[in-house]
């Protein structure tokens, strides 16, 4: 088995995505070279020679794969991918731009989204919402697959796998990048958090989803949301946690102000241990909450802000 | 500008599913169906292009079984034109819906392509980006906003850090993420009159396109089931809760 697993970037740097990949590809079993892509992306590239049970790392640095852009990065997959059995990518909107195209142009069906891996051919994916979980085996000479990564642990960093450069350059004229408005924050990341506080449509309005700002410090947490604070505008779509937005799984998620529609359970029922606070007390939220406080988010906000 | 918009026929997105007793699919017996959310926010898409004067024609195509002309007739009532059920009763996965979508778009040439971003119950994700690689068009993918400007269009997409925006050369495919727009329901006036626009219906074989797929659907399981906690009566016992029994804090 030969496994090629894309790197994710974050802002020209290596990902913690990556690393739980590179433990979906362990698990897979075989070599495991992990494949950085963009323009600047040699301290990327760096970071993910250092990830436990890589062989290699494959860069291929060049304006051309700038920002990522789709059709580009499909037509160097298609490239690189001969001699691999399986590519890897994870469920982020990268990975999810871009592997299909490589399935497609190796006339393959791609696997999206698995949690777990049976055997080299059979694995573990949720389908409609995560209301039920699918096992799937592909009989592909090619196995396309992206992964969940909330389904995997991160591999450690004691590697120091050899880097090799990729000068496969290919031509890009159909699209081009015109901008990026990206949410800047000194919180970790929504996908890999230890502890995850989201508010809904009860937060009322865009400004005071500060309320859960200085809990969020405390606790070290990330800061969601449900698609309703996203749609009515109090929130951008980074935040978006559900079925169609981010996947979480942290040791701590809190929901405030949030019903518990099986879209926004889906993106975190696996947390370990879940928090709802509500003030209607027949909320869906609390049938998967561990602990349920019912009352309302104005005056249960700000005190546990005083007690944390 | 001729506008081609995919629509799938899925579990209504409000139904809780169930696995069947011996785990071998889902069971969709007497199951409430619908056009798939992003499917309906594409075709408001084409179909405010159309207002616009921007598009000419949107054609509404779906591939599955008979009773998938039901969401074809719901595209019609909500502006298409014209609609081209594909009819099959074998589960067409991504790869094969993209191969008779290429083949469609080979035939219609329209000058833009509308997918939903993802289907509710397979959560693939993938047809669009297949159907773009295969017909060698830009794509667009997770838009939340589409502006046709000339021979170009710019779409913003939500990606996990943000927005993008990215200009594509036309024709290109583009596929529709929740905040693109909000889809109008349909009218009684305009549900009588999709009753009478064309509705052309075609086989795999047709197009010469295989349905197999060589992914086996092995099980089908229910996820464990979390059990419902306990309401805690004030903030100082959920911290001492969460501290002590938990222990995340
Ligand atoms: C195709 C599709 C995809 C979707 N994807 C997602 C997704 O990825 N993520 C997602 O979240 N949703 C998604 N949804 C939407 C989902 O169905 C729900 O509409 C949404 O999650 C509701 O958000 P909410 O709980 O914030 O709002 P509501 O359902 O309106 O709930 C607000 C809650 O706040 C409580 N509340 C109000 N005021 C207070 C107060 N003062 N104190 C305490 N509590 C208060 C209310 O009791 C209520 O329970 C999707 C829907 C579709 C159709
Ligand atoms: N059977 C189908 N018929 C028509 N369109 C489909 C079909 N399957 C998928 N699509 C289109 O592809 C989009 C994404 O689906 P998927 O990649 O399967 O998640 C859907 O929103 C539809 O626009």
Redesign the pocket.
């Known amino acids: 088995m030969s496994i090629l697993a894309l790197a994710d970037l974050h802002e020209g740097q290596l990902a913690g995505a990556t690393a739980r990949v590179v433990a979906a590809a362990q698990a897979i079993g075989g070599d495991i070279d992990v494949l950085v892509v963009g323009e600047g992306v040699h301290a990327a590239a760096e970071a993910a020679a250092k990830l436990d049970g890589v062989s290699k790392v494959r860069v291929a640095d060049n304006a051309v794969y700038a920002h990522q852009l789709a059709e580009p990065m499909g037509a160097l997959l298609v490239e690189l991918a001969d001699g691999y059995t399986h590519v890897l990518a994870s469920a982020s909107t990268t990975g999810k731009n871009v592997l299909p195209r490589l399935a497609a142009l190796k006339d393959v069906s791609q696997l999206s989204d698995v949690i777990a891996v049976e055997s080299a051919d059979t694995f573990k994916r949720p389908i409609y919402a995560g209301n039920a979980i699918a096992t799937v085996k592909s009989d592909e000479a090619l196995k396309v697959i992206t992964v969940r990564t909330t389904g995997f642990d991160a591999v450690s960093d004691g590697n120091s796998a050899p880097i090799e450069v990729v000068d496969t350059v290919v031509e890009n004229n159909q699209s081009s990048f015109v901008k990026e408005e990206l949410a800047k924050s000194d919180r970790p990341e929504l996908g890999g958090a230890k502890m995850v506080i989201s508010g809904?449509?009860?937060m009322?309005n865009g400004d005071n989803f500060k309320l859960l700002d200085g809990i969020a410090d405390k606790l070290g947490a990330a800061i969601g949301a449900?698609?309703?604070?996203v749609d009515a505008g109090f929130v951008p779509n980074d935040m978006?946690?559900?079925?169609?937005?981010k996947i979480v799984a942290p040791d701590l998620y809190i929901a405030v102000?949030?019903?518990?529609?099986i879209?926004?359970l889906?993106?975190m029922k696996d947390s370990k241990v879940i928090v709802a606070?509500?003030?209607?007390e027949e909320?869906p939220?609390f049938q998967v909450a561990d602990y349920g406080l019912v009352?309302?988010?104005?005056e249960i906000l700000p005190e546990l802000e005083s007690k944390l | 500008m001729k506008v081609l918009v995919a629509v799938k026929r899925v579990i209504d997105?409000n139904v809780k599913i169930r696995v069947k007793a011996d785990q071998s699919d889902v069971d969709l017996t007497n199951v409430k169906m619908a056009m798939n959310?992003?499917c309906e926010i594409a075709i408001e898409e084409a179909v405010r292009l159309k207002e616009k004067g921007i598009a000419t024609e949107v054609v509404a195509v779906s591939i599955g079984p008979k009773a998938a002309q039901e969401q074809l007739r719901t595209a019609l009532a909500l502006g298409a034109d014209c609609a081209i059920h594909i009819e099959t009763d074998e589960r067409a996965e991504s790869l094969a819906v993209a191969k008779l979508l290429a083949k469609v778009v080979e035939e219609e040439q329209p000058g833009l392509v509308i997918l939903g971003k993802q289907a509710?119950d397979t959560d693939n994700n993938q047809t669009g980006q297949m159907l773009a690689a295969l017909t060698n068009l830009p794509q667009g993918t997770f838009a939340s906003e589409v502006v046709v400007d000339g021979d170009k269009v710019n779409v913003t997409r939500e990606i996990d850090g943000g927005l993008q925006t990215i200009a594509l050369t036309l024709p290109a495919i583009v596929t529709a993420d929740?905040r693109l727009n909000e889809p109008r329901y349909a009218k009684l006036p305009d549900i009588m009159k999709a009753k009478k626009k064309p509705l052309d219906v075609k086989t795999p074989a047709d197009y010469g396109v295989e349905i197999a797929s060589k992914v086996s659907l092995l099980k089908v399981e229910s996820p464990a089931e979390r059990k419902g906690g306990i309401k805690v009566a004030s903030v100082d016992e959920l911290i001492d809760k969460l501290k002590n029994e938990a222990k995340v804090l």
């Open positions: 809904g449509r009860g009322g449900s698609r309703a604070a978006q946690v559900g079925q169609t937005g102000g949030i019903s518990g529609a879209q926004h889906a993106g606070i509500n003030k209607d909320a939220i009352g309302d988010l104005f | 997105y959310p992003f509710i929740l």
